[in-house]
């Protein structure tokens, strides 16, 4: 028979192994990944014969790798990342700079070459943020769908069905400045609060003034922290909050957006926009005292 790859995953969802059968190996597997996870990061691979893979992530983008450490028996390496703006790598260097991968990754995360100075394999499986590369099927893990890089689109519908937009396999408008890290919704971060709620207001088609009513003030600042445009348009100035998943956006201060349209019958585009630099001051420091 051809080789036959299985997957496994746990109960929230996440892939927790990998396995390749080959003709002559029966019920053991040829090959074999097994994964560990910190929430709904990629925290740690493990594979047969060959060792760990532990990875290691910037402290303000959540899926931007930094580095990852290898070991075998007692033998430890660190090797360093270094990524576009989007955070997704482009080249891997060791200790000593020497270059071990670098990778032609165009906009929607096709690979056109893989490169090496050391002329040795590396194994680098990270492509755009969020995904893992299978080099059985050549499409990307993307947590809760799988993506096709050659053509940009995931090849499952969206769960949440027309309630995420008419494109139900989008995976972003435009991958420079959004990512999808978790196949579920789009995110966006900013240099500061003005540069978000500018980006904010333009992604939900809120640029004229006249069209925009005030929906929603904040108790203790008695400042606008909400806006509704036609449609269903929206924008949100909000606050940290640890109530929803943190890879999200919701645990940094953000601005929520959404397109026009009705969530339930598709057209309507959403996504929250993080920023660098302190809480806004329209809203309360945290959602905890938000009472309206």
Known sequence: MNPETRYRYDALGRRVSKATYGRHTGHTARSRTDFVWEGVRLLQENVQQQGWRTYLYDA???YTPVASVTGKGESRQVWYYHTDVTGTPQEVTAADGTLVWAGYIKGFGENAADIS?????????????GQY?????GLHYNLFRYYAPECGRFVSQDPIGLAG???LYQYAPNPIRWIDPLGLAILEHQSNFDAARRT??????????????FSKVDPKTGTVVEFKGPNGAKVAYDAPHADMDVTAGHDKPHVGWQSAGKRGSGGANRGNITYDGPQHPHRSDSKGDDKC
Do not use: C, I, K
């Open 165 to 167: 937009g008419l494109n």
């Open 133 to 137: 590369f299978d080099d059985e099927t």
């Open 117 to 129: 100075n050391s002329g040795a394999y590396f194994h680098q499986p990270l492509r755009l943020p």
């Open 60 to 62: 303000e983008q959540p």
């Open 200 to 213: 904010g207001f333009e992604n939900a088609g809120m640029t004229n003034p006249e069209d925009v009513t």
